[in-house]
């Protein structure tokens, strides 16, 4: 079945940091590239920043560089997120989305990982 | 980059026929033929629904159809059901290898 499946719910206090994974399934993971996209309760959703899963080159947006890091482990056909110097702001669904490269859309999204920053 | 602008809400009633609106600028919506739109039910991840401004993946019901002028992208769903009620985002390739997201409409279902 193809599929993203993305860690658990995490609680973490302000300043932390906090790593979220997508494990791809039922699809050769490097034919595709992974983006991240986060949702704060209630609000839109906001394009966190992408990674070339074949070779690791990573793009972000401007609003979020120096506080995510992307990165891929092949060997487990997983992609991960990591998200530092944590604020309440931070609170949110984040979702991992695959992207065809062969235009620009998401066709598999993962269920999301609630990320809870509470002091 | 500033998110694409989507009218908040709309609704409908069984069988009639709704339009949203996604407005950005000639650098992401104008500038590309790369428009998006993701169906969203609350507690869900979203579903691509449209891409390439007026591409349907398979399993997507026809009811659904995109297109665009200058700056404005649209998603019109014909013949509207009950489980058409959900969130719905427009996204634009904004080059440089950025995406940027529209901030939503709720869609009702009367």
């Known amino acids: 079945q193809v599929q993203l499946v993305q860690s658990g719910a995490e609680v973490k206090k302000p300043g932390a940091s906090v790593k979220v994974s997508c494990m791809a399934s039922?699809?050769?993971?490097?034919?595709?590239?992974m983006h991240w996209v986060r949702q704060a309760p209630g609000q839109r959703l906001e394009w966190l920043g992408w990674i070339n899963v074949g070779n690791g080159n990573t793009k972000y947006s401007q609003k979020f560089q120096g506080k995510v890091t992307i990165t891929r482990d092949t060997s487990a056909s997983t992609a991960y997120m990591e998200l530092s110097s944590l604020r309440s702001e931070d609170t949110a669904v984040y979702y991992c989305a695959r992207w065809p490269t062969t235009s620009w859309y998401f066709d598999l999204w993962g269920r999301g990982t609630l990320v809870t920053v509470s002091s | 980059q500033s998110a694409l602008t989507q009218s908040r809400s709309v609704s409908g009633s069984p069988g009639q026929s709704v339009t949203i609106s996604c407005t950005g600028t000639s650098s992401d919506v104008g500038g590309y033929n790369y428009v998006s739109w993701y169906q969203q039910h609350p507690g869900k991840a979203p579903k691509l629904m449209i891409y390439?401004?007026?591409k349907r993946p398979s399993g997507v019901p026809d009811r659904f159809s995109g297109s665009k002028s200058g700056n404005t992208a649209s998603l019109t769903i014909s013949g509207l059901q009950a489980e058409d009620e959900a969130d719905y985002y427009c996204?634009?390739?904004?080059?440089?290898?950025?995406?940027?997201f529209g901030g939503g409409t709720k869609l009702t279902v009367l």
């Open positions: 996204c634009s390739y904004a080059g440089s290898y950025t995406v940027v």
């Open positions: 390439d401004v007026s």
């Open positions: 039922g699809y050769t993971f490097t034919n595709y590239a």
